[in-house]
T-cell receptor, first 113, second 115 residues
Framework: QKEVEQNSGPLSVPEGAIASLNCTYS??????FFWYRQYSGKSPELIMS????GDKEDGRFTAQLNKASQYVSLLIRDSQPSDSATYLC?????????????FGKGTLLTVNP | NAGVTQTPKFQVLKTGQSMTLQCAQD?????MYWYRQDPGMGLRLIYY???????DKGEVPNGYNVSRLNKREFSLRLESAAPSQTSVYFC??????????????FGPGTRLTVT
């Protein structure tokens, strides 16, 4: 079982819609969860961090964490063409020594005008 | 405040040549990391440095060496480049446990081609 799994996509949504990106992780003791956005040819950019169960909102982005289901998601409201990118889920595993992140392979999101 | 910087941005090497990728951060972070990113493979950790004076292997350390020169700088060296090391290399640094716990910030990357 892969440690952090994401649907590779592509996920295609129309402009103005809600994009829903999902991530599951295998280590039940994982502590900290992050979403990165990576534009083609660019480096990953941190957009959300979440540490406890529930929702965390920042502008058009909402991260949702459910540790019982080992599931973390990212919702993007009012999607814009500029949101088209690959979204990476990352996790710090239990006993997460030295803050090492384990990354999923990413979901490619395309927002169509 | 430049964040994480990397040099060079692009490099072409011949098989067997050596080079050092440079990374520096101005955020006073203790921990620094080197990743490579390949199509279909995602981000893979090469080496990391939890604090100044310490380095440890990550998932794919073979063919690489690192030096944590001081708190700001963490370099990655390829002693004898191979075509399999053609990749995009990212350096990153991480906040501590208190403020914005464990958030990791990336440099702009180095695109390396080995022919």
């Amino acid at each position: 079982q892969k440690e952090v799994e994401q649907n590779s996509g592509p996920l295609s949504v129309p402009e103005g819609a809600i994009a829903s990106l999902n991530c599951t992780y295998s280590d039940r003791g994982s502590q900290s969860f992050f979403w990165y956005r990576q534009y083609s040819g660019k480096s990953p950019e941190l957009i959300m961090s979440i540490y406890s169960n529930g929702d965390k909102e920042d502008g058009r982005f909402t991260a949702q964490l459910n540790k019982a289901s080992q599931y973390v998601s990212l919702l993007i409201r009012d999607s814009q063409p500029s949101d088209s990118a690959t979204y990476l889920c990352a996790v710090i595993r239990s006993g997460g020594s030295n803050y090492k992140l384990t990354f999923g392979k990413g979901t490619l999101l395309t927002v169509n005008p | 405040n430049a964040g994480v910087t990397q040099t060079p941005k692009f490099q072409v090497l011949k098989t067997g040549q050596s080079m050092t990728l440079q990374c520096a951060q101005d955020m006073n972070h203790n921990s620094m990391y080197w990743y490579r990113q390949d199509p279909g493979m995602g981000l893979r950790l090469i080496y990391y440095s939890a604090s100044e004076g310490t380095t440890d292997k990550g998932e794919v350390p073979n063919g690489y060496n690192v030096s944590r020169l001081n708190k700001r700088e963490f370099s990655l060296r390829l002693e004898s480049a191979a075509p399999s090391q053609t990749s995009v290399y990212f350096c990153a640094s991480t906040t501590g446990r208190i403020t914005k716990p464990y958030e990791q910030y990336f440099g702009p990357g180095t695109r390396l081609t080995v022919t």
